[in-house]
């Protein structure tokens, strides 16, 4: 009875410090068709069938930007600057097409949008970041995989990305507000 009600205790411990701290297991990879693609939901801003990588990063309570942004096979880079950012609205331009062919490459090398994602001790009010990749010869839809950016064993993986995104579409002066 002794070892049973210890058990009880350790169990009811840690839903509490999970409650407290927010704990998530793990993050999946989601195949959905076009039509629920948008990570804001509405229309999404891609024609159907076509080739792109994106990342779309969500609000927190502070000043998180949250903004969309997409690499497509041909070299547009599409930005909509939600909230919090230097440019709100639309916001377009041409890169080398080697550029989406790198996130490409790292995404697939990181495999995040292939496997679950575990997740430990989360902390709270941390933005997420969505990762997409449109059509391929495995997928018909869009592939999404959500990171929190609180979360033990997906941060970093996050930031990671979302810097590499960032950089290398050099869209910096869309995403920071101007002081």
């Not at 070892?3 to 993050?27: D, Y």
């Not at 989360?122 to 959500?146: A, F, N």
């Not at 990171?147 to 050099?170: N, P, V």
């Amino acid at each position: 009875m002794l070892c049973t009600m210890k058990n009880l205790i350790l169990v009811l411990t840690f839903a509490a410090a999970c409650a407290l701290m927010g704990c998530r297991s793990a993050a999946a990879p989601l195949d959905v068709p076009y039509a629920a693609a948008a990570p804001s939901g509405g229309v999404p801003p891609f024609k159907p069938g076509e080739r792109f990588v994106g990342i779309s990063s969500s609000a927190c309570l502070g000043t998180c930007a949250v903004y969309e942004l997409y690499v497509f096979s041909d070299g547009r880079v599409l930005f909509i600057g939600k909230q919090h950012t230097g440019h709100e609205g639309r916001a377009t331009k041409n890169i080398a097409p080697t550029v989406y062919q790198d996130l490409a490459v790292l995404l697939a090398r990181t495999g995040v949008l292939d496997r679950e994602i575990k997740a430990g001790t989360c902390l709270t009010d941390h933005p997420h970041l969505t990762i997409m990749r449109g059509p391929s010869k495995q997928i018909e839809g869009i592939r999404r995989q959500e990171l929190d950016s609180g979360c033990d064993g997906q941060a970093d993986l996050a930031r990671d990305i979302e810097t590499r995104f960032i950089e290398d579409t050099e869209i910096q002066r869309w995403l920071v507000p101007s002081k």
